[in-house]
């Protein structure tokens, strides 16, 4: 099942706690790689958030 997409600001939160656990230095390499992975994820989220956002801001500015 699909998970729930995200809003921006739970992504980006959910990815600066995970930055902070790899920055910590104490999770295991497996861990690690699966934090990153995550990590990407949570990342293309925010950009997909932030483009959606740039293009209407870009339409609103077109229309005025």
């Known amino acids: 099942m699909a998970e729930k997409k995200l809003s921006y600001e739970a992504a980006r939160d959910e990815l600066a706690e995970i930055v902070e656990s790899l920055e910590d230095g104490s999770a295991s ?3 690690s790689l699966k934090l ?3 990590g990407e994820e949570l990342a ?3 950009q ?3 483009d959606g956002a740039k293009a209407k801001l870009a339409a ?3 229309e005025s």
């Open 48 to 50: 997909e958030w932030l």
């Open 29 to 31: 390499l497996e861990e």
């Open 44 to 46: 293309k989220i925010c």
């Open 36 to 38: 990153w992975e995550r």
């Open 60 to 62: 609103a500015k077109k």
